[in-house]
């Protein structure tokens, strides 16, 4: 039985899957509350948009492919300063990148592990890939 994140039950993550992944994601029916956007645009204009990140409704973002990287970070470089959330960068062999908010007004971003980011997807109650099942990230 995966953990939930049960602090904020009316928080919504945000997931943006690569065409691959959406089947995992439309059907999972997890026990967290998300909401899959299949447009890019749309998941950033909503992080931008001033109403939606003041009412902290989305704590946090999951780009699980459809984007390079290049793109996943200056979404984090321009992500509104009162969106306090935390960004998930999936890439193709299972490891990522995590942005979170440190210090008050520094976002930063590590690298994260195959095995850290399926612990952080069952952590919120979002379905995660077993592990073993990713390809090999092309160079």
């Known amino acids: 039985m995966p953990l939930v994140d049960r602090s ?25 509350r998300y909401t899959v956007l299949r447009d890019i645009e749309v998941l950033e204009n909503m992080l931008r948009n001033p109403g939606t990140s003041a009412r902290g409704e989305s704590v ?25 959330g935390e960004l998930l960068y999936i890439r193709r062999d299972g490891s990522g990148y995590l942005s979170t908010r440190e210090l008050k007004n520094m976002r930063t971003v590590k690298t994260i592990s195959e095995m850290d980011v399926e612990v952080y997807l069952r952590w919120h109650g979002l379905p995660a890939r077993p592990r073993g099942t990713y390809p090999p990230e092309m160079s």
């Open 8 to 32: 904020r039950p009316d928080s919504v993550t945000l997931v943006s899957a690569a065409k691959s992944e959406m089947a995992r994601w439309t059907k999972a029916g997890g026990t967290g």
């Open 60 to 84: 946090r973002v999951v780009i699980d492919g459809g984007i390079d990287l290049d793109r996943f970070l200056l979404l984090v470089a321009t992500v509104p300063e009162n969106f306090e």
